[in-house]
């Protein structure tokens, strides 16, 4: 995945900055003109399919009766579908993959996580800064951006999307990724993942762009497929691993609040019964995470982020049960877990307090589900 494209030019002298206001003119045309952002992938020179599109198949997850009838809320802004999970989770059938494709442009701005050229734009962070500035002191011939806004903004997305799309990047040129900020710090955990994927970024505030190339990548095509496995078997690579139960991995009070109020109940009662092991990953360093997860037949654990630590080296065949909040059903992992050839089960639970709480027994049930 390492790149040996070095085309970048820095300057620091004064007449030597590139001045725009691209970023001010942006912000001008949506307040006072009330013209809508235009896509900038649209006015791309050229467009091409990297991977072709292909058609997929998706099962029924594995759950026990009643479970949907549970569900009070779904995140319908941010992951598709947008729509209650039921028909997801009770199977697609055949599902049609997009092909993976990519964008050339030329003469574009990034000014503080945003890209800029003409009257177009694509944000790389949830929000550009009130005051952005109008100097640019980096030049880069040809670079190809492989973040998102949402893989700049959730761990388990830059890890699960954002960073199978760098090896595209290093195939078309520079691969370029925002720089951190004290709004949006770099993951904890990135550097040690970035280092034993080989991964060696540019990491940006601005730049000038003479060329540029952008990825449609959120396809689970078989293209995708066979990246993410190779990030795996990277990670695999550096750790002694054998074949175990699973793993239990412990979400906490980190991010986006799904409080499980029985989460470490949960957890010991699979330790003793199945010989699960325990993951905290808050707590653990990334040599550990993996070699802890490593080998696991089925991952376990609050639907959210830090189950990327498990899905990461989980092998063909293998299973993830995801542990839901009735109020914030996510499916995110199970369009995964079908282009992957995996199993994907779930349990619901029910509202206690500002939490929620699983019935073991009915964790036990649906693990009986899996194929063994």
Not at 275 to 300: E, M, N, Q, Y
Not at 331 to 356: A, H, I
Request: charged share 25%.
């Amino acid at each position: 995945m390492e790149s040996d494209l070095s085309p970048i030019s820095t300057s620091t002298a004064g007449n030597q900055k590139k001045w725009t206001l691209a970023a001010y003119k942006n912000m001008a045309r949506k307040r006072l003109a009330r013209k809508a952002d235009i896509n900038l992938k649209s006015i791309a020179l050229k467009s091409w399919d990297i991977a072709p599109g292909e058609t997929t198949h998706s099962p029924s997850a594995f759950f026990l009766p009643g479970q949907m009838d549970r569900v009070t809320g779904w995140e319908a802004k941010r992951f598709y579908p947008f729509e209650h999970p039921a028909r997801t989770m009770q199977g697609l059938g055949d599902v049609e993959q997009g092909p993976t494709r990519g964008y050339l442009l030329k003469d574009v701005w990034m000014i503080d996580g945003a890209l800029y050229k003409d009257n177009a734009s694509l944000w790389l962070s949830l929000k550009p800064s009130m005051f952005p500035r109008i100097t640019v002191d980096t030049e880069i011939d040809r670079a190809a951006v492989y973040c998102t806004q949402n893989g700049n903004t959730w761990f388990g997305t830059w890890l699960m999307e954002d960073c199978p799309t760098y090896s595209l990047a290093c195939d078309e040129g520079v691969p370029v990724t925002t720089a951190p900020s004290a709004r949006f710090p770099l993951f904890t955990q990135a550097p040690a993942y970035e280092d034993w994927f080989g991964m060696k970024p540019v990491r940006l505030h601005s730049a000038f762009f003479r060329e540029l190339v952008l990825f449609d990548d959120l396809s689970n095509n078989r293209n995708r497929h066979l990246r993410y496995r190779a990030m795996g078997e990277k990670l695999l690579s550096h750790v002694k691993h054998e074949a175990h139960p699973g793993v239990f991995i412990l979400r906490g009070g980190d991010g986006d609040l799904r409080f499980l109020r029985n989460e470490l109940e949960v957890a010991e009662h699979l330790r003793k019964s199945r010989g699960f092991r325990v993951l905290d990953p808050l707590k653990t360093d990334v040599p550990t995470i993996v070699a802890t997860c490593a080998g696991a037949r089925t991952v376990v654990g609050v639907e959210g982020s830090q189950l990327v630590h498990g899905v990461n080296v989980l092998q063909p065949g293998g299973s993830l049960l995801a542990l839901q909040p009735p109020n914030r059903f996510v499916s995110y992992y199970k369009f995964l877990t079908d282009r992957d050839r995996q199993n994907f089960g779930f349990v619901v639970g029910t509202p206690e307090g500002d939490g929620f709480k699983i019935d073991i027994q009915e964790v036990e049930r649906t693990l009986d589900l899996f194929p063994s």
